[in-house]
C-alpha cells in the first residue's frame, strides 16, 4: 500500500467514527422506588421501571397512565421473589419494560392499592414525567 492510499482509507474510517459517537445514548435506563424522576430518554431507549410488591396482601401496582404518547409497553408486569426469600408470602418486585418510542411528553403513574377498594387512598403511588427526545 502507498503513502497516497493511506488518506483515501481513513476518510470513511473517520467519518463511521464520527456518526457513531454523535449517536445518542440507547442503552436501557433502570429505575425503582428512588423515583429519578423527572427521566429523560432518547427515543429507541427501554426503560425498565421495578416497585417493591407483595400481591399476597392483596396490594398491585395498578397503571393508571402509562405514559403512551411516548412510551411502548413491552409486555406484562412481571412480578418475582427474592430467591433467598424462602418464606410463603414474602415481598418481592414487579417489574415492567417499556420503549422510547415517540418524541414528547408523558407521565408514568401507578398506584399501590388493592383493587377493588376505590375508595381508599393508595399505599404508595409512583409518578413520574418522562420527556423523550
Known amino acids: 500500500m502507498t503513502l497516497t492510499r493511506l488518506p483515501r ?3 470513511p474510517l ?3 467514527l464520527l456518526t457513531a459517537c454523535s449517536q445518542q445514548q440507547t442503552g436501557p ?3 425503582g422506588q428512588e423515583r429519578e424522576c423527572p427521566l429523560e430518554l432518547n ?3 427501554t426503560l425498565v421501571l421495578t416497585l417493591p410488591s407483595n400481591p399476597t396482601t392483596g396490594f398491585r401496582w395498578v397503571v393508571r397512565d402509562s405514559a403512551a404518547t411516548v412510551l411502548q409497553s413491552l409486555g406484562p408486569e412481571v412480578y418475582s421473589t427474592p430467591e433467598d426469600a424462602g418464606l410463603v408470602g414474602s415481598a418481592g418486585q414487579s417489574t415492567w419494560r417499556f420503549r422510547a418510542s415517540y418524541a414528547g411528553q408523558g407521565r408514568l403513574l ?3 392499592q388493592r383493587p377493588w377498594e376505590t375508595d381508599v387512598e393508595p399505599a404508595d403511588t409512583f409518578d413520574c414525567q418522562i420527556s423523550v427526545n
Do not use: K
Request: net charge negative.
Open 110 to 112: 401507578l398506584d399501590y
Open 29 to 31: 435506563i433502570v429505575m
Open 9 to 11: 482509507l481513513l476518510l
Open 43 to 45: 427515543q429507541g431507549q
Open 14 to 16: 473517520g467519518l463511521v
